[in-house]
């Protein structure tokens, strides 16, 4: 039976390492998930390798190859994504680069600093807005201007900028000293400068002494990093002729789906966090069904988030929550209506262990209502699925499998 709707729930870093901590078990194997234990004894179930050999283990990368997109063919940096979103207008000589707010230690010298927090605290759109303006008034000129984003993600678009810069994702150095990763290579003394002083801007601004004032964490930096040029994707549509809708907290997913000429949708609540609206991404998702749509991309990032920091009880939860809040609310919405197929993966691994991307294949299953499959010994873990034997090398070729365009490989 032909599926006539079709939902990607994807859970952004969801798969993870076994953890003495947890008796040899990954937070999937340990979470209580039972929506997802129950699709999966009548799934098709396998690994698939989202990295493509030499490319960064990335959220941009992966959710390219989840979208169906071959990231060795369309892949111009993580930024151009974001700014997409943003609804900025990149023009064939930008750079974009990712902006993120941090909070570095105090230190006289900028390259004694360490950084203590990529996300500063995961502060609040609201404060970081001001913040980033306070930023642009100070630091913007010729050439070179910020843009606001979601909580600690922003954008620098710089125009005629070098490509040709080493720059390093902040989440991979968290607790780390940063001397050893400060921008290298043409003309990074630019960023350098611009790091360096957005200390002095940020130190005393009113947003700041009121989070250390509630013991929060203070933006005390920017850190630039994800560089790229404007890319160009293949219209969804045009690829798989299905109208598609993505709902997501995070501007690089949402850019995804717009340069793909995908629906963007907005959910009330949606932080990017574990405090996210989990249901109302659900609910919007039925909505987009209702109205016509063929696809919907369902993105999840709070699992990543608690990788990031470290915080095993609450990736669990978010697994949980995922579970309860999102797939559940799916399966009571489409119950006794159309046809549809669900697949469900992370875009990477985010191990607590590591406590950022790991480029390791990760577990996905795929149900379409009325298949028939049974096998009462699967449940959803990347160790089921490592058994199954079916490895899907070439991650970008899973979407062709899921919406019946041939076979992966």
Known sequence: MIAVRYIVLLGDGMADWPLEELGGKTPLQSAYKPNMDALAKRSVMGMVNTIPEGMPAGSDVANLSVFGFNPEEVY????PLEAISMGIKLSED???????????????????????????????TEESSELIKAIAKEL???????????????CLVWNKGPLEIDLTPPHDISGKPIGSHLPKGMKSEVLLDLMEKSREVLRSHPVNLKRIEKGLNPATSIWLWGQGKKPSIPLFVEKYGLCGSVIS?????????????????EVPGATGNIHTNFKG????????????????????????????????QDKIRSIELIDSEVLGTL?????????????????HPTPIAIRTHSSDPVPFMIYTSGNGLVDESAVYTEDCASKKNNLIRKGHTLMDMFLGFGTAE
């Open 331 to 347: 399966i009571r919405g489409l119950e006794g209506g159309e046809d549809y197929s669900i697949m469900i993966l992370p875009d």
């Open 76 to 79: 111009t940096g993580r930024s």
């Open 94 to 124: 930008d750079i974009a680069l990712r902006c993120n707010l941090v909070t570095l230690s105090e230190t006289e010298d900028f390259a004694d600093a360490t950084m203590l927090d990529y996300s500063a605290g995961e502060i609040t």
């Open 249 to 265: 907290a995070v501007d690089l997913i949402r850019g995804i789906g717009k340069a793909s000429g995908m629906k963007s949708v």
């Open 281 to 312: 991404k659900a609910l919007a998702a039925l909505d987009e069904l209702k109205s016509g749509r063929d696809f919907v991309y369902i993105h999840v990032e709070a699992p990543d988030e608690c990788g990031h920091q470290g915080q095993l």
């Open 140 to 154: 913007n000129r010729e050439g070179l201007t910020f843009y606001p984003g979601v909580s600690y993600r922003h």
